[in-house]
């Protein structure tokens, strides 16, 4: 009997973007693909434990699913991420996470750690393409397998993206459950607020506090920057004076940018996690253009240490000023200062 | 034009002479203090790594000396420091400060626009003699290597290091006043002699390196006079960031022949570290095998708080520690350091280290 090799996919990081197309290139190289399960309180200890207290709160989650995988998969799959894009980092913890695995945790599995690396000139499906044909010779000598098996992974990925285009939520996306669509800016009489952050840390509804359910619960429409076209992005991200060399960093002024700009919305909430590098530097640009806009914006930052009652405060509170202004300044700012809180 | 640069250790000296030599009127911050951390911290944003806002304090102090114009270097990779210069000017146009920033970008990005922008600085000045202010800053970056590297291995063998102290200080000032390069030569050689007739102790100090991040390894300020730290507790320290070394690699791409360790140490970092991280990751990591191999007694990494590429090399040093049994000690700097806590660390360390190099030298002589 032919027994069908393990490959364990964390689910963290960038999980929320490419596990569409991961997914479907190891299963139809005839792999089994384990997922972990979603972010609880077990995995969440166990990589607080086996990484540096410094590191931010997505790497110690990403460390904690990949513990968790380590003795019940035969290879996991940890790309080393250098450029998606041409000429844009993510981020130095993505291109050095394989080898921070190999020394924190033991008893690892193979690691199938090939590179992605869009370089100067590359683009973000040859990117992928390079790296998963690499992957694809651990596990199999077959080479048209792999190249059929990456057709398909591409097709599921851009399949994926329309999903998201479409207005569909990225959770509901990756889900493939049939959602009634939700139209970006609807006229209802709802708060509509733009949610800015990292793909891991809004759609990873323990590590996030369920914000967008929270969100919902409050009455507000959710808008992500995932609901923005790549190219939407890319042309507020131009108005930039320096072009922004890191690719989520970019998503996020370029999404806040049309969220503050575009004033179809009530507010902003911008979610961070402590520690990170490159949001210090966007998050600051993004509050000046949005105290300068008078758009109502917050400001959340996340560790492993956040408590849900201050969120829970916080969320209330922000909502009920959003309400307010809307009701009672007629959206001219009251005593010449804009609802805004950070 | 009154143009201005933030403070890296030493490199006022070199930019200094570079630019005095282009025929440019210079305005220097006043030294870092902490009215400096002060000023910077109120402005910058919270989480911005250490040297953002050291930079941001001595932009508003030069301003305050009459400065008009700030040099930046920028950068496109996936560290921090490529989109300092965006972020300050935007800080510094809100505060209602009237100051102009030209950001020398890597060449790679864009040639032209280096050169148009030196153009701009400098004005019709011909390119052989902005080859000979070059030469003339290279000249004096060399001999403030020279001096400190000099220091660095004297103040633990000295009786008197504050003495050597003296004389490291009055070398630097000479060196950044002096007029041309035969006289920074005779500056070198002057202090040379002068520490080399200095009372010596008749001891074996520890040797401790020093990795990290480049502000924080060359800024005294920044770490809290490590090295002197280290020295006046009796160490001898060598570390893996030179500026002449940094700016032959950089900025001339290699060009001249600067023989120098933690330029080869740097392929060390593998299998370690596997892949280029930004800022000085797999330096940090190459250097620390390299101390390791050369029988240091321990390696110190500095970095200010939330460093990314020096966060990755530090989690990786535990399989390194199991390679080459080596001591090691992280500080991650920023503006809430209470010195006394690092003192109290260092003593610690060193103890241990000490401690750990004696039993190594017994175990050695019970094999012989």
New interface residues.
């Given amino acids: 009997m032919i027994k069908i090799k393990k490959v364990g996919i964390p689910r963290a990081l960038l999980y929320y973007y490419y596990f569409p197309l991961w997914n479907e290139f190891f299963t139809r190289l005839g792999c089994e693909v384990v997922l972990s399960p979603e972010t609880n309180k077990a995995i969440l200890d166990q990589g607080i434990k086996s ?2 207290s ?2 931010c709160l997505p790497v110690k989650v990403y460390f904690g699913h990949a513990a968790y995988l380590a003795g019940r998969v035969d290879y996991l799959f940890v790309p ?1 991420i ?1 450029r998606v894009e041409a ?1 844009e ?5 993505f ?2 996470i ?3 695995l ?3 945790i033991n008893k690892l599995p193979p690691l199938i750690d090939t ?1 992605v690396d869009a370089g100067k000139e590359g683009n973000p499906v040859q990117c992928w393409a390079d790296c998963l044909r690499e992957a694809g010779k651990s596990l199999t000598a077959d080479r048209k397998l792999i190249e059929d098996a990456l057709d398909a992974a591409l097709e599921a990925q851009e399949f994926f993206w329309k999903r998201l285009n479409s207005g569909l939520i990225l959770p509901d996306a990756i889900k493939g459950i049939g959602n009634p669509e939700i139209p970006l800016y609807s006229h209802s009489k709802h708060l509509r607020i733009g949610l800015i952050g990292h793909p891991y840390n809004i759609y990873d509804p323990y590590i996030s506090m369920n914000l967008i359910k929270k969100l919902r619960q409050l009455g507000a429409l959710v808008v992500t920057p995932e609901s923005l076209a790549a190219d939407e992005i890319e042309e507020e991200a131009a108005s ?3 072009r ?3 690719t989520l960093g970019k998503r996020m002024i370029g999404s806040a940018f049309r969220f503050i700009n575009s004033q179809k919305l009530d507010g902003v909430i911008y979610l961070t996690s ?8 966007v ?3 993004v509050a ?1 253009i949005a105290k300068q806009q008078n758009m109502p914006l917050m400001m959340l930052t996340i560790d492993e240490h956040t408590g849900e009652a201050g969120i829970n405060t916080r969320l209330e509170a922000f909502t009920e000023m959003i309400v307010w202004r809307k009701k009672y300044a007629h959206h001219i700012p009251p005593y010449g200062e804009s609802v805004h809180c950070r | 034009m009154r143009i201005t640069y933030p403070h890296m250790g030493n490199l006022y000296i070199v930019v200094r002479a570079l630019l005095l030599s282009l025929g440019l009127d210079v305005v220097l911050p006043p030294p870092t203090t902490r009215r400096t951390v002060e000023l910077g911290v109120r402005h910058s ?5 250490f040297p ?1 806002k050291l930079n941001l304090g001595n932009y508003l102090e030069a301003q305050e000396n009459g400065a008009d114009t700030i040099l930046m270097a ?1 950068g ?5 420091f ?6 300050q ?3 510094l146009s ?1 505060l209602g400060v009237d100051m102009e920033m030209v ?1 020398l970008e890597p060449p790679d990005v864009s040639f032209q626009e280096v050169k148009d922008k030196i153009r701009y600085l400098v004005g019709d000045l011909s390119w052989w003699q902005i080859f000979k202010a070059v030469r003339f800053a290279w000249c004096k970056a060399r001999a403030v290597d020279k001096v400190e590297e000099r220091l660095l291995k004297l103040r633990p063998r000295v009786a008197d290091p504050l003495l050597l102290e003296k004389l490291y200080r009055e070398a630097l000032q000479e060196i950044d006043g002096a007029p041309d390069r035969r006289t920074v030569q005779r500056v070198v050689v002057d202090y040379q002699q002068k520490t080399g007739k200095l009372k010596k102790r008749h001891n074996k100090p520890l040797r401790i390196g020093l990795v990290g991040e480049i502000f924080t390894v060359l800024e005294p300020f920044a770490n809290y006079e490590i090295e002197k730290r280290l020295g006046l507790l009796g160490v001898e320290v060598n570390r893996s960031i030179w500026l002449s070394v940094w700016i032959n690699e950089h900025l001339f791409g290699g060009l001249l022949r600067v023989k120098h360790q933690s330029v080869h140490d740097k392929d060390l970092a593998s299998p ?8 000085h ?1 797999v330096e940090t990591v190459g250097c620390t095998v390299g101390f390791a191999r050369r029988d240091y007694d321990g390696v110190i990494q500095l970095a200010p ?5 020096e ?10 520690a199991k390679d080459y049994d080596i001591p090691l000690l992280t500080f ?1 700097l920023d503006e809430h350091s209470g010195e006394a806590g690092i003192q109290t660390r260092l003593e610690a360390f060193l103890d241990l280290a000490a401690a750990r190099s004696s039993k190594k030298t017994c175990y050695e002589k019970s094999i012989d």
């Avoid at chain 1, 980092?89 to 913890?93: D, G, M």
């Avoid at chain 1, 402590?274 to 530097?281: D, Q, S, T, W, Y």
């Avoid at chain 2, 496109?76 to 921090?80: A, T």
Wanted: proline share 8%; aromatic share 14%.
């Fill in positions: 990484t540096l410094e590191v080393r250098t000429k980092y993510i981020c130095p913890k291109m050095g394989p080898d921070m190999r020394a924190r590179t930039l004076s320096k922004l060399f890191w402590f520690g990170c590098g490159p949001e210090a530097l998050e600051e640009l000046r | 944003p919270e989480f911005a790594c953002f920028g496109v990779g996936p560290c921090r490529g989109y300092y210069a965006q972020v000017q935007r800080i809100d950001v370690y570290l596997n892949s280029f991280v930004g800022g990751g708080l939330t460093c990314m590429p966060i990755v090399a530090h989690s990786v040093f535990p399989a390194l991650y």
